[in-house]
């Protein structure tokens, strides 16, 4: 179970605003951001590589300070970031409103944490700190509706604008490694509300209930891969369609894809659920556990028990 923590990251959580004027980046400005720059993608890097917990956590202190220290220089929203976005997930919608930064902290091999932070694009900085709270939300998660302090995270790496006749909202692709035997990818809603992020709203219908959820989610092994993603040939959402099967290691059942697709295609700013996006499935059968053990995660873990 993921466990809170509380340090210097709370100053993303705080909307700062720093007064800015219409010139573009400056490049003395520019230059300072690359200065501190390089020192981000270590620390990024040693987040989730150094071998040792406390300086894995002590990284994501520095990182957070320094990505603020960043991003108070006036425009900002202009440095791209090129090199940051090797460890850094930073994803732009369509119509550049804002960018969002995700990263992921390594705690230990049965718990991941994930950080994060959105940069609005307006003539004042504006900053919307993301503090992961998924240990402690409460009930269906694909129900809840959350606010950047009581964050569901994830690492993003894609995010869809969906326009409705009441303005538009956005899905954004996230990966959750939740625990040792069990990942997710998901949906997640954003909209503003006056201003503020807001995290989940009704749009997707649920085909079991026919009730709309805040968010779409999947839960699968470790042992295996699923996709989720948006097609823009076909205009739809597609993911795996899984089915459970007990796991290879001890976990007990799991979900593993099984060679098919579902998906979900928009109407009017709803999500309606497919059954079957393609007729075609796969020639192999389902596998419960990876072909020559690829998983090095998995053969640890194996290992452990033994």
């Not at 220290?69 to 119509?95: C, E, G, M, N, T």
């Not at 976990?251 to 075609?280: A, L, R």
Request: aromatic share 14%; hydrophobic share 35%; charged share 25%.
């Amino acid at each position: 179970m993921k466990k809170p923590l509380i340090f210097i990251f709370g100053l993303l959580f705080s909307i700062t605003t720093f007064a800015q004027n219409d010139t573009p980046l400056q490049a003395e400005d520019a230059a300072y951001i690359s200065s501190i720059e390089d020192t981000l993608s270590l620390l990024a890097f040693a987040t989730i590589n150094d071998s040792l917990e406390d300086n894995r956590f002590g990284a994501t202190r520095e990182l957070a300070r320094k990505l603020v220290q960043a991003l108070k220089k006036p425009h900002s929203f202009h440095y791209p970031f090129d090199r940051l976005s090797q460890y850094v997930s930073i994803q732009y919608p369509q119509d550049s409103t804002f960018r969002i930064f995700t990263w992921q902290l390594f705690v230990n091999d049965n718990e991941y944490r994930y950080y994060g932070a959105i940069q609005m694009n307006q003539p004042e900085l504006k900053l919307f700190g993301l503090i992961d709270r998924s240990f402690s939300l409460d009930g269906n998660l694909e129900k809840v509706v959350t606010t950047p302090d009581k964050w569901y995270g994830a690492l993003y790496y894609n995010i869809k604008e969906t326009q409705t006749p009441n303005g538009s909202y956005y899905l954004l692709f996230g990966y959750d490694h939740t625990e040792f035997f069990r990942q997710r990818k998901l949906v997640e809603v954003l909209a503003f509300q006056n201003g503020e992020p807001q995290f989940g709203a009704p749009v997707f219908v649920d085909p079991k209930t026919n009730k709309t959820k805040n968010r779409l989610m999947i839960e699968y092994s470790t042992a295996t891969s699923a996709g989720l993603r948006y097609d823009e040939i076909q205009e739809i959402i597609i993911f795996d369609h899984l089915i459970t099967m007990n796991g290879q290691y001890g976990e007990g059942p799991t979900n593993f894809p099984d060679g098919s697709y579902e998906g979900y295609q928009e109407q009017g700013g709803i999500w309606y659920h497919i059954e079957k996006v393609y007729d075609v499935i796969s020639d192999e059968p389902p596998r419960p556990y990876p072909v020559l053990d690829r998983d090095e995660t998995i053969k640890k873990g194996k290992n452990n028990k033994n």
